[in-house]
């Protein structure tokens, strides 16, 4: 069997980019378990945002910069993009779940996280024009929170809204389907190559395929595909999983979700907390992504229970009657340096399209239009070589700011867990961590410095410790 593409993974990038190669007259083969257990995709809140994402970190290098552009040219995509999914898959409901954005800053947190951030994100919108309007907190619809955490501000963005995620991907499957792609329900095992060329793929059932162009967007397994070549895959940041859970609640009988997606701002090592309406009783509801070793099957029991006390005091009390309808569980591709992978890698005719961590679901699009070009031969509308796979690691935050916000963000979780820590407590506890970090960084490279997520929980999992250690050295 012989393609002009084989793509691996069956989540929104994946299917977006198998569509669009198929939308485009190449004879395309996707491989990989369509039932999606665990994958980011299809635990996703699937929120259409970009301005909501913003934190004061990602907009202070040009390469988060650029990851702001890339979510904004998205954004602006999605419109024709779900038109031509529903032509070519026959599916017509409606992929809209919610229409608008508002972001409410609550008590919940802590200044320094929690409002710089907000902060960020208006001063993002003005600098953009991006239409939004501020919302006295009294006048927030559908948010009926505990006082000891009520909404203190909150703005309005009209333009930023959210997708199913569980009929985006129904839509993929169909669409490409309906272009003459194939699809086989089984997972890549071994990427084939001859000399320096790609070739093709083995499955775990043994069968062989061969193409042209093998394209990998396989979510948090993606690098998990280039074991057999360790001098390549040495040179590539490391990707850990960012485990997330997300619940569906059924709402009791007269109660209703509200029209909008409702969120915080970003906040310690995690999505803001949010719900999404989905029906006109299930509402989604989301905030984290706690960093592993290894992808997560199941949710843990205290993520639940946080998620829930969250959900309960920030957004709604009356959530205490509604039925759990799903707990889902998503592992979001996270790449050593914060920023995607995607480009060709190494061999001619790999390519790797991952690593996008909270973005992917909504980039896919123009990740799909992208990585078609680039297999095509074609100039593409957004230049994005700087995220070649292989690659130094790329710089983000300072050394000594990145010490400082992965101590602000522990602090941060602590307020949001509501502790009870004693005034003279605070200062030690700043100057211990301050000290801590600052070694554990330098002990990893005298030069790279990674994300502050990435050194705190580096601390906690001495495996990620050495993952990055040896990429460091690859790159030394």
Known sequence: MNYDAIVIGAGAIGGSIAFELASRGLKVIRVGETKRTNAASKAAGAMNGCFGEITSGLISSDYGRLKVDMDIQSKNEWKTWSERLSEASGIHDNL??????????????????????????????????????DIPASDLPWIKANDLVRPMQ??????????????????????FLGKGGEIINENAAEI?????????VKLTDGTLISADNVVIAAGVHSLDLLDAYPEVKKRIPPMFAGY?????????????????????????????????????????IGATNILSE????????????????????????????????AIQVGNRPIPADGYPLIGQCHFKGLWLATGTYRDGLHQSPLLAAYMADKIQGRRPEMNLDVFTPIRKPL??????DTVNETVKQMFATGYEFRWDIKPYWLPLLDKGMTGFYADLIESLHPSYTPPPELVAFSYLHRSMYDRLAEYYEAWS
């Open 154 to 175: 909150a703005l309005y963005i009209p333009e930023e809204n959210a997708v199913n995620s569980h009929l985006l991907l129904e839509k993929l499957d169909a669409a």
């Open 294 to 325: 290894s992808p997560r099957k199941n949710a843990l029991i205290s993520d639940v229970q946080f998620l829930l006390g969250c959900a309960l005091d920030q957004l709604h009390l009356d959530l205490n009657d509604a039925e759990v309808e």
């Open 244 to 284: 997330g859970v997300s619940i569906l609640a059924r709402l009791k009988p007269g109660h209703q979700v509200p029209d909008s997606v409702i969120r915080t701002p970003n906040r310690a090592f995690a999505c803001g907390l949010h719900c999404v309406p989905r029906e006109k009783d299930l509402l989604y």
């Open 96 to 133: 809209l779940t919610a229409k608008g954005t508002h972001v409410i800053l609550n008590s919940a947190g802590m200044a320094e996280v929690d409002t710089v951030n907000y902060e960020a994100i208006e001063k993002t919108l003005q600098n953009y024009n991006e239409p939004y309007e």
């Open 192 to 200: 084939l190559t001859e000399a320096d060329v790609a070739t093709g």
């Open 395 to 400: 710089p983000g935050l300072s050394r000594e």
